[in-house]
């Protein structure tokens, strides 16, 4: 355990559990890491939607960064939720000071339940300072559309959008199709080749926390020494796990189950999934 490989996740917190800092951390133990955290935004937020925030002021997180850096240090990172200019610049700043290479943006733009949580202003910054930072982007559908300006309406357009993301800087993207109808796929492009991870749909509204799991399963597996395209490999089935025994709590969009792939596993003898 000495060699334990340490995480960092950069996000907002989620009240109910679900997302955010919360379902990365949960997701960064499950898979063998050590979790942290630097907060970006406190949101007041359950199944049904996202009822407030407040974003943590800037100097606030370049604390929580130093903190953590200074003394842990970080193997790879992701970032989540960064809901203003001023934060992402701040957070693109202390990347660059600590160069940290393995870092995995999820551009989140929108909640589950549709509320936004980036500012409009925010969206050049990603694309001039953060996206070029990352190893590995991983947007939905929505959210490429927003920074490629491509409708995405099939497999080819995805690639499309991925195409577009890595001559922004980024050498390895992923988009995510759960938003696509028809084909239940996920494409890697990493500047030569597509690789496409098809996933089962499961018939559950439950998946309140999917973009931040994945890509902080992504950071982890980053973090233990997996190619770019065996950390996905891992999320994907760490995902359809999550999904499969996602957990019916609340009046909308519950929660996956975070301890599910470690019980289909056999590492849990208890069944993690409410009676």
Not at 32 to 53: D, E, K, P
Not at 185 to 205: C, M, N, Q, S, W
Request: hydrophobic content about 45%; some cysteine; charged content about 20%.
């Amino acid at each position: 355990m000495s060699k334990i490989k340490r995480v960092l996740t950069i996000a907002g917190s989620d009240s109910g559990g679900g997302a955010g800092i919360q379902a990365d951390l949960k997701t960064i133990t499950v898979l063998g890491g050590f979790g942290m955290s630097v907060i970006t935004a406190l949101t007041a937020q359950n199944t049904i939607g996202v009822h407030a925030i407040h974003e943590v002021p800037p100097a606030f997180i370049a604390a929580q960064f130093d903190a953590v850096a200074t003394d842990i240090g970080v193997d790879a990172a992701k970032t989540g939720m960064l809901a203003s200019p001023a934060i992402m610049k701040i957070v693109a700043e202390k990347i660059r000071q600590y160069d940290i290479k393995k870092l995995v943006v999820d551009p989140v733009m929108i909640a589950k339940g549709g509320a936004a949580l980036m500012e409009p202003g925010a969206r050049d910054v990603l694309l001039k300072e953060l996206l070029p930072l990352a190893l590995v982007a991983t947007p939905n559908i929505p959210e490429a559309e927003i920074i490629t300006d491509v409708i995405i309406a099939s497999v080819s357009d995805m690639k499309a959008a991925a195409k577009i993301i890595h001559d922004m800087g980024v050498p390895n993207v992923i988009v995510k199709g759960g938003h696509l109808f028809g084909a239940a796929v996920d494409i890697l492009y990493d500047g030569r080749d597509f690789h496409e991870f098809p996933f089962e749909r499961i018939a559950t509204k439950d998946t309140h926390g999917t973009g931040c799991t994945f890509s902080a399963a992504i950071a982890t597996g980053l973090a233990k020494g997996r190619t770019v395209r065996e950390a996905v490999a891992e999320a994907e089935a760490y995902m359809a796990a999550s999904i499969r025994h996602a957990l019916r709590l609340g009046a909308g969009h519950g929660p996956t189950n975070h301890l599910a792939y470690l019980y289909e596993k056999g590492k849990e003898k208890v069944n993690p999934s409410p009676p």
